[in-house]
């Protein structure tokens, strides 16, 4: 991270790669997760899901979107490590 708080490519890219790990097994992932992964405001997200571009399931006040579906809306390829 720069030192005002920007954050450089490789650490983008790091960010990525945690996030590709962590939903490897997961169904679903959170509308905060999928907008950090994008780099978009997670507004953008329920927006998405309201104008249905998106599925989503409302859990009490957060969105959770099927794994698949997300890598599927915004092409995102699955990473399998060994």
């Keep these: 991270m720069t030192p005002d708080g920007l954050i450089v490519d490789s650490e983008r890219e790091e960010q990525r790669a945690r ?3 962590a939903t490897h097994r997961r169904a679903f992932v959170t509308s905060g ?6 780099d978009v405001d997670p507004r953008t997200i329920v ?3 309201h104008q249905q571009s998106l ?3 409302r ?7 099927p794994t698949s579906a997300a890598r599927e809306a915004f092409h995102v390829e ?3 490590t060994s």
């Design 78 to 80: 699955h990473k399998h």
């Design 55 to 57: 599925p989503g399931v």
């Design 33 to 38: 997760q999928l907008a950090h992964y994008l």
């Design 59 to 65: 859990v009490g006040r957060s969105w959770r979107i």
């Design 47 to 49: 927006r998405m899901i």
């Design 19 to 21: 996030f590709d790990l």
